[in-house]
């Protein structure tokens, strides 16, 4: 068998995490398996050289921040082929051109476009295992690029894709995918699997346990996806293609894995809500005033997306003086750039926009498949959020989520909320 591992910073922060997960390796490699294990930076060092770079030049250029980012990792990398030569296990590391991950040219946030596997495959096939700087790739220009904070889950299901392995499991501090994120809501229970469609709407909206393109990837290429602890042998969660699903299983805690029941006035066959989840980068634009609605609407998101500005919870509503007004949700993080477009946009647009930018909101979301084909769900949901007398400014419902717009303030007070009354309800 061939097996991606992939540790994030907190299972590999210090000398015991690193001879740890070096022994997790070290025990799967013995079994006769092939074994790439793909690192992030050692615990907080990513946050540590963004606050460096901050103190020496706020507007650094992007390409010399990735230069400094991609260090973090090629020390993981070194120290982790050391750790399993001294348990006399043969290792090599691979920073991003070693390893032949070449990405698109885009400083901060590039895309992998493809990866030259022949010094990875030699590697394995001298029977060594591969350890490959995660997060990191090279762009046409030779020089180093990023994927994006939580980008190494991302570099591991590429691996796992392009190596066609059997499974890749993405090793962290928790021992699989809650219901919710375990550290806002304690009563949170682990889901035993998930599917990709579910998972990448909770990466994608805020749960920060997988990058959310590393999910997109693993769909597309049907790459098996674990989730599971580096602390503890324990199950984890499947992240797979389970389309045919009837119920969210849940892991007990005892172990067992229990069905949920179903919402009041829904049948189980119809839908369940798989988790709940928040995302404080968030920022919220409207826009009034738009005359030539399509035309505007389609020159707006070009402009934002020339900048890769991604926009979410399009709304479009026809206003009384028949022009439109459309708000969408932004990364809070590309908010002031959002603006600058959307500024320069509208003194040439064919009619005067008003911008309204909000940031001090949050984005809570219930996901899982069928929402919009069951009403209860979002009249559980605005009933839970009524009685916690929480505001909403903005509602979206999809197939697959709920999301709405609640005050910064609120944001746990409301994924509590809601957890209690669309998952705890339903498990008792
Ligand atoms: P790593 O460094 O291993 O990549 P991350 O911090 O990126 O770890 O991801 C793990 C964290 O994700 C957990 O510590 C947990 O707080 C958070 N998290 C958010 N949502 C969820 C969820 N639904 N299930 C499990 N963990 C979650
Ligand atoms: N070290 C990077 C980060 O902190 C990448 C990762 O951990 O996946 O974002
Ligand atoms: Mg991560």
Known sequence: MLIVKKFGGTSVADKERMLHVAGICAEEYKKGNDV????????????????QAEEINPNAPKREIDMLLTTGEQISVALMAMALESMGVPAISFHAFQAGIYTSKVYGNARIQRIDTARMEEALSDRKVVIVAGFQGI?????????????????????????????????????????ADPRMVPSAVKLKEISYEEMLELASLGAGVLHNRSVEMAKRFGVELVVKSSFEN????????NTGKKSALFQLEDGAIRAAQSLEGTTMEEMLVSGVTADKNTARIQLTGIKETTKEIYHIFQRLSEQHIGADSVLMSPSRDKTTDISFTVPRDRLSETVEVLNRYSKESFSPIEIIAEDNIAKVSAVGAGMMS???????????????SIDTHMIYASELRITVLVDEKDTLKAVRAVHERLIEKRMK
């Not at 790439?36 to 606050?51: C, H, N, P, R």
């Open 36 to 51: 790439v294990v793909v690192l992030s930076a050692m615990g907080k060092q990513t946050d540590v050289l963004l606050t």
């Open 234 to 241: 324990l199950e984890g969660t499947r992240v797979c293609d």
């Open 139 to 179: 762009n046409e220009a030779g020089d180093y690029t990023t994927l994006g904070r939580g980008g190494s889950d991302t570099t591991a299901v590429a691996l796992a894709a392009v190596l066609k392995a059997d499974v890749c499991e993405i090793y962290t501090d928790v021992d699989g995918v809650y219901t």
């Open 374 to 388: 069951n009403t209860a769900i979002a009249v559980n949901m605005f009933e839970a959020l009524h009685e916690a």
